[in-house]
């Protein structure tokens, strides 16, 4: 349930990036070697953001975050207290992915007045479900303690994530256990934004799923469908209606139950959208005339940012 893509459709969306690169004039680039991700990155304007790299959260290796900040507004700590913030986590089927590799996110984010920060967190097969839901809660308890303003409900925080780590995102918010386990509830959190995401994906399809979220038993514990009610923060499911990784009715069965629990919920669809569009669509060589970064800010200022 992650970017886990046919090499063949790697290779389109390779094909054309390369093009949307070629026509920004950076044909220069040494582009057949390298991955999407890294081609995505290479074109975004980093010298308008703030970096803090490596930042830990907790003592092990992957529990480390990056802090991104307008610049205008990292010079003046006034500025930065007064900006939402947006822990984001990536996809890569539980078991794969880096933070390094999501600049372009957060650029997106960065460019329209939000504080962001990118989180690793430890992978299948060093944790399994349960146990893959506790460093995202340490990463949210992190964020809240070291940058949020300590007045606290004037700054607002909102989760982002996209496939698997749109899964982490509704866990975190519907399951209040993780958070709790940290000293937090998700009523600290103003809302959060789930681009592809897998919530209601039984049976499990594969060894490699079945070792992760098994034994048999257990496993309808790991779908944020179960976890539907009334009381959880406003949540905005968003799917592209040609993905075919992460099919768009876990976004639509969620939104369901949740409104059958008189919940906040919101669905956008993207007719002509693939799972990896589905966050690719964020990055500056791509956006075009994409509503999708449009439509999460204005969902955001809905909700308080």
């Avoid at 081609?39 to 092990?60: C, M, T």
């Avoid at 984001?88 to 539980?94: A, C, I, K, P, R």
């Avoid at 308890?141 to 303003?149: D, E, G, R, T």
């Avoid at 669905?267 to 669509?281: C, S």
Wanted: glycine fraction near 8%.
């Amino acid at each position: 349930m992650g970017p886990r893509l046919s090499s063949q459709a790697m290779r389109a969306f390779s094909v054309n990036l390369m093009r949307r690169v070629t026509l920004s004039g950076l044909a220069g680039l040494a582009l057949a070697a390298c991955r999407p991700v890294t081609l995505l990155n290479a074109v975004i304007p980093a010298q308008d953001l703030h970096i803090d790299r490596d930042v830990a959260f907790g003592p092990l290796p992957r529990q480390r975050l990056d802090i991104y900040r307008p610049r205008a507004a990292a010079l003046q700590s006034s500025a930065r207290q007064a900006l939402p913030v947006v822990l984001f986590f990536y996809g890569g089927s539980w078991d794969s992915g880096s933070k390094q590799d999501y600049l372009f996110v957060a650029e997106a984010l960065c460019s329209q007045g939000n504080i962001v920060v990118i989180a690793d967190y430890r992978l299948y097969p060093e944790v399994k479900f349960p146990q893959l839901m506790q460093d995202p809660a340490l990463a949210v308890q992190w964020v809240k303690q070291h940058l949020l303003a300590p007045q606290g409900g004037a700054q607002p925080l909102f989760l982002l994530g996209h496939s698997a780590g749109a899964h982490l995102v509704a866990m975190l918010l519907l399951n209040p256990a993780y958070l709790a386990e940290v000293g937090l509830h998700p009523s600290d959190i103003r809302g959060g934004i789930g681009l592809a995401g897998p919530y209601d994906f039984l049976p499990l399809t594969s060894d490699r799923l079945r070792a992760i979220f098994g034994p048999p038993e257990h496993e309808i514990l790991s779908q944020p469908i179960h976890y539907a009610r009334p009381d959880a923060p406003p949540l905005l499911l968003m799917a592209g209606l040609k993905d075919n990784t992460v099919w768009p009715r876990n976004s639509l069965r969620l939104a369901e139950a949740i409104q059958a629990q008189g919940g906040q919920v919101q669905v956008k669809t993207y007719a002509e959208y693939g799972h990896v569009d589905m966050v690719a669509k964020l990055a500056r060589p791509l956006r075009g005339r994409s509503p999708m970064l449009a439509d999460i800010i204005y969902w955001m200022h809905d909700h308080g940012s």
